[in-house]
């Protein structure tokens, strides 16, 4: 089931608390691996969730560092499309 | 009358003047500029001027000189002396004169003058600009002072923020003298940009222009105007009068330009009037000169649609070009009258038009327009009628003509043509047939010709203007009708002995038909068997063909003569054909052709001593395949047997589970090695196979096995080893690293080949799904529980191959059950080096590890960017995950 999150956080230097596995490189699909207890992502994110678009783009084609850069340069607001 | 205007206007003045004068000493000064500058506006005429005004009339001299400058008439001679009763007498002669004017000079007396007074001497020139200046301003009876304010006020009521009430407070601003100056002369200021509250500039605005552009000395000062509370109201009168004279002289002359404009225009409107009726004039004579000898004119050009076209203009003419020219001659007599009586009125000579342009001598030229023109249409009518009568001949011949050529078109190459020498005896009977029906169409178009002859005879007579067509057209179809004539009887000949010839050669085409046919047939069925292609296993069947061959061979014989007899009749045929020109048709009776009989023939000859040689070839080859057969199928009948033991041994292998991993594998091991020993049995019997496929042999009774099934075997013997060997090492690996209990492994196992229904070592994603239940797992038959599968689906089939191995299995249900996340580990280890801060360097990293790992750890780890860090301190929790393709975000 596709649903559109919204995660936020104070500061750039707070990690958003999940961590990204997957990308064309890999040949699977992006997924969440898993989720810090605490952090902006705690509660709306849970492990294997397969992230499916960041802010306006389809992560159909990118690389694992491409889905990685995409996150970091998203500043303190971040829009994902996941299939839980 | 002129005295009480005097009480009223100047003696009311003098008054307030007297009083004014002592209170302010200002308008003293302010009266002593501007009546300077208004005396020295009229003495520089008389090229003087003064310096003082007190001091410079005392002689009376300059007194006297600007009386006679101002009013233009002679005073009495002024004297010579320097005494004093010399500048009383002459100062006393111009208050003569100014009193002679009917002015009242009251407590104004020639000693004070010659005394240098300034109240006097002021008092006295105001009096001189009343009188000279002011006075003759006289609009509608009202005073001097009056008539100037009113005429100041019409000429600035157009401008909205001028307010003329007086000759002291509005003027201050300045605007009212700018709004005069644009009244007048709208092009030497800009009026619209001034405002009111910029009176310093409006004034300088004013006085410059006024002085430079209407020669009118700058008699105020605009500070002065500005900065007294009240200006001196004599002096505005003085200068604003100055305007008012200068306006009025522009306005003379302006009346004036208007009256000699008026006049000559008057001289232009008649010179044009003049100039209209020449033109007028000159275009109808000519116009009446070019049409008349055209109406005068009874020829046409003998055609009915250059005759419609002259009906065509005549009417054009009647309808368009002359009404307006009737409207221009009744135009031309009303504007001569006109002229003449403008002229009349306005004291100017008579007009006397050019030669030849009189009135009458226009009536004249109309008359013989007109005189032209009469019968002119009746002509034109009767003529256009006698043309379409000879135009509806012409017509008919035409038509007559066409359906005549249309008929005859090809008909003389259709007589000329010697089709029937191409033709068949039955098409050569249907052009006989054809040809008598059309000699007796010609016989019918006889009266046609001579009809067509007898209309040209006709035109010919009643004179139409195209007789040299319809002639030569006559003639033409004249000629040509004998030409028909003699070609239709030449045909008939020719027709009639072709018939002749035509029916013996299909005498003989006939009898060539009937024997062609069998023998052609015969020929066709010899070679097939001739050329018959065999496939044969045994030498058997090889005898039997040979034997078969021997009997055909004694039938030829017989076949020669046939043959000799049916080439005959062709020959015939050929001949004829050729003596009388006839190109022969194919034969009607047969599609066979004597050439083909004949190379046919030749080929069956050619083809009998060829079998001979190939059935004796084929009786070597057979005796040869025989022995490879046996070679081949003893060697396969033991090589199959042996790879069919071996691949069931191996499959059973990994099916029995109760020795260990370690015991399978020595036993894979064992069988490898046998296995590659035996691969020279192999290679011998690819070598023989080499044989049999080069002799083309495709069957073999001897055996079942084929090269093919023995190699696939072979090959899968090999996979089947090497898989199994593989799949237990890697089974070995994940129990050694995931500690797995050989039993835990066991059960995997059982329901991994539970599910694998197939034996393909394989689970569909069916299968799958239906193995994952059985250990448990809650998937539901929803879209959720699609979801969670198609989750698991992409860990265990990442390239979506829709099938899963049990290596893949093992690791998924391993992974599940066993809390093994390395790059966690990775990152507790690298912890564990830092002494458990959240970073490392490089001097830990080349001191703990071995320098290779050491060096790509820190070529690949990133600085560590945390607040806490030091100088070279790098990050090995994202180079942990990178390890691993994750990244924490």
């Given at each position: ?23 064309t ?9 898993k ?37 970091k ?12 | ?6 009480e009223?206007?100047?003696m ?30 009229h ?21 006297m ?16 002396g ?7 007498a ?13 002015v ?52 600035t ?14 003027w ?7 709004a ?11 009026y ?31 500070e ?8 001196d ?77 002259k ?69 034109l ?15 008919k011949?035409?038509?007559?003509c066409?359906i005549?050529e ?19 005896l ?35 007579a009643?004179g ?8 030569s ?91 000799n ?17 006839i ?156 500690g797995?209990?050989?039993?835990q ?12 229904k ?64 390395t ?17 490392i ?35 090995y ?13």
């Amino acid at each position: 089931m596709q649903t559109y999150i919204q995660l936020q956080r104070n500061s750039t230097m707070d990690p958003w608390g999940f961590r990204l596995q997957g990308g064309t490189d890999f040949n699977s699909q992006l997924s969440v691996k898993k989720v810090t207890e605490g952090t902006p992502c705690y509660g709306q994110l849970t492990p294997g969730d397969a992230i499916l678009g960041i802010g306006q783009n389809s992560t159909d084609s990118l690389t694992h560092m491409q889905a990685h850069d995409l996150i970091k340069q998203s500043g303190n607001v971040l829009q994902l499309s996941v299939c839980k | 009358m002129a005295d009480g205007y005097y009480e009223d206007g100047y003696m009311e003045e003098e008054e307030e003047w007297d009083r004014e004068g002592l209170l302010d000493p200002a308008w003293e000064k302010q009266q002593k500029k501007t009546f300077t500058a208004w005396c020295n506006s009229h003495l520089r005429k008389a090229g003087t001027q003064i310096e003082s005004i007190e001091e410079d009339f005392r002689n009376g001299l300059k007194l006297m000189l600007l009386l006679e400058v101002i009013s233009g008439e002679q005073l009495p001679k002024p004297d010579r002396g320097k005494m004093r009763f010399h500048k009383i007498a002459n100062v006393n002669k111009a208050l003569d004169y100014i009193a002679g004017k009917g002015v009242r000079l009251v407590s104004i007396g020639a000693e004070e003058i010659v005394d240098g007074n300034v109240k006097m001497t002021l008092g006295m020139i105001w009096t001189i600009i009343l009188r000279f200046a002011i006075q003759d301003i006289t609009v509608e009876e009202l005073t001097a002072k009056e008539g100037l304010l009113l005429w100041c006020q019409r000429k600035t009521a157009p401008y909205k923020n001028t307010n003329v009430q007086n000759f002291h407070l509005s003027w201050k601003d300045g605007l009212a003298f700018c709004a005069l100056i644009h009244r007048h002369r709208p092009e030497l200021l800009d009026y619209y940009k001034l405002t009111r509250d910029r009176p310093m500039e409006n004034l300088n605005l004013a006085f410059d222009v006024a002085e430079q552009h209407l020669d009118i000395p700058r008699m105020l000062d605009a500070e002065d105007m500005v900065n007294s509370a009240k200006p001196d109201e004599r002096s505005v009168m003085a200068y604003v009068s100055s305007y008012y004279h200068a306006f009025s002289g522009a306005q003379q002359a302006e009346t004036a330009a208007n009256r000699i404009c008026k006049v000559l225009k008057v001289n232009q409107e008649n010179e044009r009037l003049m100039e209209e009726y020449e033109r007028l004039a000159s275009e109808l004579l000519e116009w009446i000169a070019r049409t008349t000898p055209w109406l005068e004119n009874r020829t046409t050009d003998n055609t009915l649609p250059g005759t419609q076209r002259k009906l065509e203009e005549f009417r054009d003419y009647r309808r368009k070009h002359k009404p307006p020219k009737l409207q221009d001659k009744a135009r031309l007599e009303n504007s001569f009258n006109t002229l003449q009586t403008r002229l009349r009125l306005s004291n100017r000579p008579a007009y006397m038009p050019t030669n030849g342009k009189l009135v009458s001598d226009i009536a004249n030229a109309w008359k013989g327009l007109e005189r032209a023109e009469k019968g002119f249409e009746e002509w034109l009518l009767s003529e256009l009628q006698r043309l379409e009568r000879l135009d509806h001949l012409a017509q008919k011949f035409r038509h007559r003509c066409e359906i005549h050529e249309e008929w005859a078109v090809g008909k003389e190459d259709m007589l000329q043509s010697q089709d029937y020498l191409r033709s068949s005896l039955n098409e050569l009977k249907a052009m006989k047939k054809k040809h008598e029906a059309f000699e007796s169409d010609l016989a019918a178009h006889q009266d046609r010709v001579e009809q067509i002859a007898a209309i040209a005879q006709e035109l010919n007579a009643l004179g139409y203007h195209d007789c040299v067509t319809v002639n030569s057209r006559c003639q033409t179809i004249c000629d040509q009708w004998d030409r028909l004539g003699t070609l239709t009887q030449q045909r008939r000949q020719g027709l009639d002995e072709a018939e002749k010839i035509l029916e013996m050669i299909d005498r003989y085409h006939l009898d060539f038909a009937k024997r062609a046919a069998p023998f052609n047939n015969w020929l066709d069925g010899a070679k097939e068997d001739l050329l018959d292609m065999f496939i044969v296993h045994t030498t058997e069947e090889i005898q039997e063909l040979m034997g078969a061959h021997e009997q055909f061979k004694q039938t030829l014989g017989e076949a020669d003569k046939e043959f000799n007899s049916i080439m005959t009749l062709a020959t015939e045929v050929h001949k004829l054909a050729r003596d009388h020109g006839i190109q022969v048709t194919e034969n009607p009776y047969t599609t066979v052709a004597a050439q083909d009989i004949a190379n046919k023939w030749n080929e069956v000859k050619r083809l009998v001593p060829q079998r001979d040689r190939t059935l004796q070839d084929e009786m070597v080859k057979q005796q040869h395949n025989e022995h490879l057969r046996r070679q081949f199928a003893s060697k396969a009948n033991t090589i199959g047997p042996w790879i069919e033991n071996h691949l069931d041994a191996v499959a059973s292998i990994g099916v029995n589970m109760k020795s260990s991993l370690e015991d399978q594998l020595n036993k894979l091991r064992t069988y490898e090695k046998t296995t590659n020993s035996y691969k020279p049995n192999i290679d011998e019997l690819e070598k023989i196979n080499e044989s049999v496929q080069e002799a083309m042999i495709f069957e073999n009774k001897y055996t079942q096995y084929t090269m093919e099934t023995l190699r696939v075997g072979w090959e899968q013997l090999l996979t089947a080893v090497a898989r199994n060997i593989n799949e237990v090492e890697n089974q070995i690996l994940t129990r050694d690293s995931k500690g797995i209990s050989e039993d835990q492994m066991n059960e995997f196992r059982m329901s991994f080949n539970h599910f694998d229904k197939e034996r393909s070592r394989r689970l569909t994603p069916k299968e799958f799904k239906a193995c994952l239940v059985s250990l448990g797992y809650n998937i539901r038959e929803d879209k959720q529980g699609e979801t969670d599968f198609n989750r698991i689906m992409s860990i265990v089939d990442p390239n979506h191959c829709q099938y899963i191995t049990f290596d893949a299995f093992l690791d998924f249900m391993t992974r599940e059950t066993a809390d093994t996340d390395t790059a966690e580990q990775v990152m507790k280890s690298f912890k564990i080096l830092a002494a458990d801060k959240p970073y490392i360097t490089a001097q830990i990293l080349r001191q703990e590890l071995p320098p290779d790992q050491a060096e790509y750890c820190i070529q690949r780890m990133a600085p560590y960017t945390g607040r806490d860090g030091i100088p070279g301190a790098l990050d090995y929790m994202s180079f942990s995950t990178a390890l691993y393709g994750e990244s924490d975000l």
